[in-house]
């Protein structure tokens, strides 16, 4: 789906708010759910760009086309310089200095996501979030968005399964202001609260619901697939967004609760980095978080690793939209600091749909023409299991049957044979360039260190991605697609067309007849 | 603990400018700006074309789009499977793209792997195959896409807004054509739209990136020198007027759980002296988070995710529109008070929005321009619409000045709230009693023509 990416970015000449998206195909835009839409700046969700991350520096050899083989020169050493410290209170803050950038990114990652949340608040977390930019002790509501933005700086939050982030990019001179904004609702969030502001807050995040899934077709494919590949009960056996009916029914006091048991410096880690010295960003830290008072911070419980998917069950839906669609999904390993067996499943979803190159796309979009777009991609997780999810929209005219024996015969094709040496070195070059793309702003560093920072509790993870890339083998790709990415072992949603405006879920047995 | 109860001061920011650039001219009249921009080691380049989506022959319109889909699938010899892997071997992308004002071939591409990047770029743009099989494919592909985005209401709100706003001219219509322009597009278009339309003879190479360890104007010299074409007479641009009376317009959407909203209607071009001014307003009106219409329809009534004003400007066209999606049953009061917002703010607008959107504008320019990608977006954005490299430093110096006098008597003079089309996508049984209760015009339900 790049090429629809560039080719809606030629958007000549908008000042002012951002346009709402286009359309184009939700591959991961409900796995996170967002604070703030139309005027913010986007930072990637903690998709496969950020796994394979690592040090740049890497020679790759790949054959031209013309016939003789293309020898890349290394690429520039974009690594950058990190040093941490962790607060007296627990906070651990890392700093990454660029001089003279002018500008400074502050991202905060707490350890608390959807994962966290009660079976009956599915959705809390996020709304705890929106509820964050409605004012703390010394902030008004509004006044987090109006004092941030109108000192130039761009801002937004997201929540996801692990975690929840917030983030600023701000003119070296606000890093002071950001940081003062966030140690305050971090240490007071619910002295101004009120009843209406949460109210207001839940009907926001059901609008956003609406405008994320329920006004799009095959918006709520994921919500549909995730209980198949996960028991609803399970960290991961639901979206982010959440239920809404569950969020209607939470009170002013939970959100008190939920602050007490969560937010706090040593359930959290704070990045800045950009146009700041290091002595000076750790003073800073220091100076606005370091009176906060930590509290009894929740353990870190894992769910036991789950293996592969043993019957793949198949969910058919039928919606408004315009052609037959299928996703599928599967359990991957958990990400881990030194994650081989993840990154050697994140190289074979790339080789089989990312791009025009990807095997997918050759044989279904562009070969025999039964599909208009195919992509497979990875989201890592840490509570036991990654997930792996792969799309096909079909040409009309040709049913999922047929689309899903090719997909399924690739899947095959790549356990048994393994990539070819220059499939690989275009995943590789691929995975490179999303490295560089995402650490060309300090936001993304930021978000980047953060991560690594908060699920490894070691921000030099990031340095060891891309080497890790650039050193997992064919054996290890084909090892990984025979292991996890067989057909047998993934679930379906499959949305169909349907004339009549009451969409029917038909529930299909599959394998030996789970019911769904 | 202790906090301090004021916002910490904020450092008053050192003089950023937008990056400077080295300009040099290749024999062929290819134009080459190269943009120095430390730390990014994506470089970012774009061939850029003087040529008006209005230069498409009205029963193939299309072509263009189609023409950028094509030029990337084959060429210099290698077929379109061989010239993928080429590209994505040195992890480069390469995409055409057509826009009103210009057409566009874009790379990005590793600092690294510039010089094979722009070999890439320059096969594509002097030498693509155009294979007969490959065009057809994309073509299906492309009439697939026209199908697919009519499923998506934000699209078809688009769509039939600039219906409802140019009438008749190429602005009115879509930009990768409909169904029977596109069916009618031959090969042969795509050859004499390349022919016509492609050529070296100022057309500009814009590229950005760290070019500490690359001569960018000598790369470029080696992969784009020997491109020949023959130069053609650049067609005239045309001069959409948008409609400036009161319209209010349905499109069904049957069980839809939220209406999708525009509100649009004639401003200015970034050529006008009050386009400063006009960006200091409509920041305060819709530009913004803290803005009055989004504080109104989500942080008081919660009728939205989120909704956004925003000036759209082109060469010789520029519009004022509003977006948001709301809930259904919220629609009629919604778009009430986006027309009373934007009429009160004629001559309401305060020292302090006015302060605040100066800020925001002139501070924020370091992290608008942060990525190369950005600022060959901006060089376009530039190029196409006929303003001065320096305009992105000259005009954030003119945003300095605006005081509230200068935004509120833009706003009066440029924004005509009577004169608004307000367009609705969202579920007329539920809907339209309300929208037509409103008075603001006479309610018309319109069917897009590929209904």
């Given at each position: 789906m790049t090429s629809r990416r560039v080719r809606e970015g030629l958007g000549f000449g908008r000042e002012g708010g951002r346009q709402q998206q286009g359309h184009g195909q939700a591959q991961d835009a409900t796995l996170e759910a967002e604070s703030e839409n139309p005027h913010a700046r986007k930072t990637r969700p903690v998709t496969l760009r950020q796994q394979t991350a690592g040090k740049a520096g890497t020679l790759l050899a790949a054959r031209s086309a013309s016939g003789h083989r293309y020898i890349a020169s290394v690429t520039a050493d974009a690594t950058y310089p990190m040093v941490s410290r962790t607060l007296d209170n627990g906070l651990r803050v890392v700093v990454s200095p660029t001089p003279g950038l002018g500008v400074v990114a502050v991202n905060l990652w707490y350890d608390v996501g959807s994962r966290h949340e009660e079976p009956h608040r599915q959705g809390f977390a996020h709304l705890f979030e929106h509820l964050m930019f409605q004012g703390s002790r010394h902030v008004q509501p509004g006044e987090h968005f109006s004092l941030l933005q109108g000192n130039g700086g761009s801002l937004n939050a997201t929540t996801s399964f692990d975690r929840t982030n917030y983030f600023e990019s701000v003119p070296a001179g606000a890093l002071d202001l950001a940081l003062w904004l966030e140690a305050d609702r971090m240490a007071y969030l619910d002295d101004v609260l009120t009843q209406q502001n949460f109210d207001n807050q839940v009907d926001v995040v059901a609008q956003e619901r609406s405008q994320r899934m329920d006004n799009v077709p095959y918006g709520t494919v994921f919500e549909r697939l995730l209980p198949l590949v996960f028991d609803p009960g399970h960290p991961y056996g639901h979206l982010p967004i959440g239920n809404m009916q569950h969020l209607a029914e939470a009170t002013l006091t939970e959100v008190s609760a939920f602050h007490a048991r969560y937010y706090m410096p040593n359930n959290a880690v704070l990045s800045i980095v950009g146009d700041v010295t290091a002595e000076a960003g750790f003073a800073k830290a220091d100076q606005y978080f370091g009176a906060i008072v930590p509290g009894d911070a929740p353990k870190r419980e894992l769910p036991p690793p789950l293996p592969p998917l043993d019957t793949p069950a198949r969910l058919d839906h039928s919606e408004e939209v315009p052609v037959p669609a299928v996703w599928f999904a599967g359990r991957l390993p958990a990400d881990a600091p030194d994650n081989r067996a993840l990154t050697a499943a994140a190289l074979a979803s790339s080789i089989l749909g990312e791009g025009d190159t990807s095997r997918l796309h050759r044989r279904l979009?562009?070969?025999?023409?039964?599909?208009l777009a195919a992509a497979v991609s990875i989201n890592p997780l840490i509570a036991g299991n990654s997930l792996l999810v792969g799309s096909v929209r079909a040409v009309p005219g040709h049913d999922l049957d047929e689309v899903t024996a090719a997909v399924d015969d690739e899947l095959r094709r790549l356990a048994t044979d393994g990539p070819t040496d220059d499939e690989l070195a275009i995943v590789r070059a691929q995975a490179e360039r999303e490295w560089l793309d995402d650490m060309g702003t300090a936001a993304g560093r930021a978000d980047a260190i953060s991560g690594c920072a908060l699920l490894f509790d070691d921000p030099d993870v990031l340095n060891q991605r891309l080497p890790l890339v650039q050193s997992v083998t064919a054996a290890e790709v084909q090892e990984a697609a025979r292991h996890w990415l067989l057909p047998a072992l993934h679930a379906q949603v499959r949305v169909l067309p349907s004339a009549a405006s009451d969409a029917a879920a038909v529930a299909v047995a599959a394998g030996d007849g789970v019911e769904v | 603990m202790t906090l301090a109860a004021v916002p910490p001061p904020v450092g008053v920011p050192t003089g950023w400018h937008f990056p400077t650039y080295d300009e040099s001219r290749l024999g062929n009249g290819l134009r080459v700006l190269a943009y120095d921009c430390p730390g990014q080691y994506v470089v970012a380049a774009s061939l850029l074309f003087d040529v008006p989506l209005s230069a498409e022959p009205r029963d193939r319109e299309g072509v263009a789009e189609l023409t950028a889909r094509c030029l990337t699938r084959g060429a210099g010899g290698w077929s379109a499977e061989e010239f993928a892997d080429a590209l994505a071997s040195c992890g480069a992308d390469l995409q055409g793209a057509a826009s009103s004002d210009a057409f566009a071939l874009r790379l990005s591409v590793p600092v690294a792997h510039l010089a094979r990047g722009l070999d890439l770029m320059a096969a594509a743009i002097g030498n693509p195959t155009f294979a007969e099989e490959e065009f057809a494919h994309e073509k299906a592909l492309q009439l697939q896409e026209i199908d697919q985005a009519h499923a998506y209401p934000q699209h078809v709100a688009g769509e039939e807004l600039n219906v409802a706003l140019f009438g008749a001219a190429r602005a009115a219509r879509p930009a990768g054509g409909t169904t029977a322009t596109v069916q009618a597009v031959t090969r042969d278009d795509v050859v004499e739209y390349t022919s016509s339309h492609l050529f070296p003879a100022d057309a500009a190479l814009i590229m950005a990136g760290d070019f500490s360890s690359v001569d960018p104007a000598e790369t470029v010299e080696r992969s784009l020198a020997a491109w020949q074409r023959p130069a053609h007479p650049v067609p005239d641009f045309e001069h959409p007027e948008p409609t400036q009376r009161a319209q209010l317009l349905l499109v069904d959407w049957p069980d839809a759980p939220q209406a999708t909203v525009r509100v649009a209607g004639k401003s200015v071009t970034r050529a006008d002296r009050r386009w400063p001014a006009m960006f200091v307003a409509n920041h305060a009106v819709g530009g913004s988070f803290s803005s009055r219409i989004n504080t109104v329809l989500r942080e008081q009534k919660g009728y939205t995710y989120g909704a956004t004003s925003g000036l759209d400007a082109g060469r010789h066209r520029g519009t004022l529109s509003v977006s948001t999606a709301v809930r259904t049953d919220a629609t009629a009061d919604a778009v009430t008070d986006i027309v009373d917002i934007v009429t009160a703010a004629n001559g309401s607008i305060t020292d302090d929005e006015v302060a605040m959107a100066v800020r925001a504008a002139t501070q924020s320019a370091p992290l608008g321009y942060e990525r190369a990608e950005a600022v060959v977006g901006r060089v376009e954005l530039l190029l196409s619409q006929q303003l001065p490299l320096d305009h992105v430093d000259a005009n954030l110096e003119r945003i300095r000045a605006v005081t509230t006098a200068d935004a509120n008597v833009a706003w009066g003079e440029c924004i005509d709230p009577q004169a608004l089309t307000v367009l609705v996508v969202g579920d007329a049984s539920a809907v339209r009693d309300g929208l037509a209760a409103w008075g603001y015009a006479d309610l018309r339900e319109v069917t897009p023509a590929w209904r």
């Open positions: 979009v562009r070969g025999d023409q039964i599909a | -």
